[in-house]
């Protein structure tokens, strides 16, 4: 099926990224190890295998957009994260009239405001009629605030892996892993969630593994690392363990094989594809409420330790909950790449 929009035009819809943009992802090249790509793969392999023509491409910066668009005789565009400076849609418009422009954000509201011309370059967005997808109900609606309704959509992540086999747990191992992978950063919370492991495997007994991603450092996140280490430093049985950055498929056999749980009680979310990860690979997880889609039984108290501990002792060995959190990201993923389709299909009656 091909779909074409009122003028006989074949609807194209191109994912343009931005070379080591670090707008909460990590990208070098079209990596499949990049967050911000895995999360544009999915949305274009949907709306591929729906009949839509959709592609991604990687760019230096703002001056190589016209190429890509021309190249592609792309009919909507969508820029992923907050890296295009206003005044080069004034060109880009005037280059390609008929096209449909979006930036796609992918944080929420406490999140964004680390980037110092987020909402500067968000209001003259909306001047220049640059629609703004936001990836989180929350972001959509506090952006509401100061923008039309239709100068915003919600559309939400897709994600689409096959689901591994709950992991099991032996009595027999003396030790627990524990999981808090993704960037060091601030409102990630990874010290906090550090002691509240320590705790829990103090409680049942067992020395603790502690892991994370130690390669991947940002918005000030050196202090924090600096104090996980001074944390575990002098604990006898406690251990830091420190990753790089792993491909996906290879990330997901990692958790599979190795980890116990794996916590994401971050102060600030959207979808948080570190969790899907884990959820794909049947880890028991533990995460804040901002992150919707999985089960209220999962999620502890971003400011409390006993919470989390609570919530860790609910989830360890839990495989009923494990696969009751794979059935909501499933239900998740269909409704999003629905969301998407007829975003696209959306366009077909104005373009």
Avoid at 22 to 49: D, H, M, P
Avoid at 117 to 139: C, F, L, T
Wanted: proline share 3%; with cysteine; aromatic share 10%.
């Amino acid at each position: 099926m091909t779909i074409r929009t009122d003028w006989g035009v074949t609807m194209r819809i191109l994912f343009i990224l931005k070379k080591n943009n670090n707008y909460g992802f990590q990208t070098k090249g079209l990596r499949k190890s990049s967050g911000l790509y895995n999360s544009t793969r999915f949305i274009v392999e949907n709306l591929s295998a729906r009949g839509i023509h959709a592609h991604i491409v990687e760019v230096n910066d703002n001056n190589d957009i016209d190429r890509e668009v021309t190249a592609f005789q792309a009919t909507i565009v969508v820029i992923e994260a907050l890296w295009v400076v206003p005044e080069k849609f004034t060109q880009l418009k005037k280059l390609h009239p008929r096209v449909e422009w979006y930036v796609h954000l992918h944080s929420h509201i406490p999140f964004l405001a680390s980037e110092g011309i987020a909402m500067d370059w968000i209001h003259d967005y909306a001047k220049k009629d640059i629609g703004i997808i936001a990836n989180s109900p929350e972001a959509y609606q506090a952006l509401r605030v100061i923008l039309r309704p239709k100068s915003i959509s919600y559309l939400p992540n897709v994600y689409w892996n096959e689901f591994l086999p709950v992991r099991c747990v032996s009595d027999e191992y003396d030790t627990v892993n524990i999981g808090c992978f993704g960037a060091v950063r601030p409102m990630k919370n990874q010290l906090l969630q550090a002691l509240a492991a320590i705790e829990f495997s103090r409680e049942i007994g067992k020395k603790l593994r502690f892991h994370i991603n130690d390669t991947r450092v940002e918005t000030n996140g050196d202090p924090v690392l600096k104090n996980l280490r001074q944390l575990f430093r002098d604990e006898d049985r406690a251990e830091l363990v420190g990753h790089s950055w792993m491909e996906p498929e290879d990330f997901v056999v990692f958790l599979h094989l190795h980890i116990d749980v794996a916590m994401q009680v971050s102060l600030t979310e959207t979808f948080n594809v570190v969790t899907a990860d884990a959820v794909t690979a049947g880890v028991p997880v533990v995460v804040s409420k901002e992150i919707k889609w999985i089960s209220s039984f999962n999620r502890a108290e971003d400011d409390s330790l006993s919470d989390m501990v609570h919530k860790l002792h609910r989830v360890y060995r839990n495989s009923i909950l494990v696969r009751w959190n794979q059935h909501l990201l499933r239900d998740y993923s269909k409704d999003a790449q629905d969301a998407w389709y007829q975003f696209v299909l959306g366009h077909k009656s104005h373009c």
